[in-house]
């Protein structure tokens, strides 16, 4: 079974400092992973695919890496803002089928 | 991009009545939709895989009498709570894929707060 790790699980910087989330996974088997960002009460949204065979995938201020050897993926968000302010969620994608880390809180202070 | 709508956003129900929720796929066909359960500050759980035109998939200790999911089309999916009691009052979220653009990953819905009271 797959497990999903996300570290840290809150995290609170001073706006335009650069973010690192975090994401392990047990089963380096994958197909695609995906990070998400949700707001309080509200649905995912999401940010970036990285298929297998990538090993990063860029948009905007967002980039995020994957290395599968080591069953690990970090999101990196550039010059944070207050707006970025959210849960982010990383999901493996196995054949169908997502298993979700805890999410890390990020709370980007003006 | 893929778009998912679903409905409710919030709903409050008594204990003992039923409650559907529903689950769009608003620009594209999806033969398969995903209905999950997430608890406060917790990850999201798969609760059950949704198939048009056949029946539901559903995860180990999900009871599939009391989160009755039906997909009757190729756009639409809805998950019914029956017989409603406190401790199924959750945030439940549907997701969905569009085959056409795999690239553009899981699509997920604005989820559903359901409240027994």
């Known amino acids: 079974k797959q497990e999903v790790t996300q570290i840290p699980a809150a995290l609170s910087v001073p706006e335009g400092e650069n973010l690192v989330l975090n994401c392990s996974f047990t089963d380096s088997a994958i197909y695609n992973l995906q990070w998400f960002r949700q707001d309080p009460g509200k649905g995912l949204t999401s940010l970036l695919l990285i298929q297998s065979s990538q090993r990063e995938q860029t948009s905007g201020r967002l980039n995020a890496s994957l290395d599968k050897s080591s069953g690990r993926s970090t999101l990196y968000i550039a010059a944070s803002q207050p707006g970025d302010s959210a849960t982010y969620l990383c999901?493996?994608?196995?054949?169908?089928?997502?298993?979700f880390g805890a999410g890390t809180t990020v709370t980007v202070r003006a | 991009g893929a778009v998912v709508s679903q409905h409710p956003s919030r709903v409050i129900c008594k204990s003992g009545t039923s409650v559907k929720i529903e689950c769009r796929s608003l620009?594209?066909?999806?033969?398969?939709m995903f209905w999950y359960r997430q608890f406060p500050k917790k990850s999201l759980m798969l609760m059950a895989t949704s198939n048009e035109g056949s029946k539901a998939t559903y995860e180990q200790g999900v009871e599939k009498d009391k989160f009755l999911i039906n997909h009757a089309s190729l756009t639409l999916s809805t998950l019914t709570v029956t017989s409603a009691h406190p401790e199924d009052s959750s945030f439940y979220i549907c997701?969905?894929?569009?085959?056409?653009?795999?690239?553009?990953?899981?699509?997920f819905g604005s989820g559903t707060r359901l409240t027994v009271v």
């Open positions: 999901a493996v994608i196995d054949d169908y089928k997502l298993s």
């Open positions: 620009d594209f066909q999806a033969t398969t």
């Open positions: 997701s969905a894929r569009d085959q056409g653009r795999t690239n553009y990953g899981y699509t």
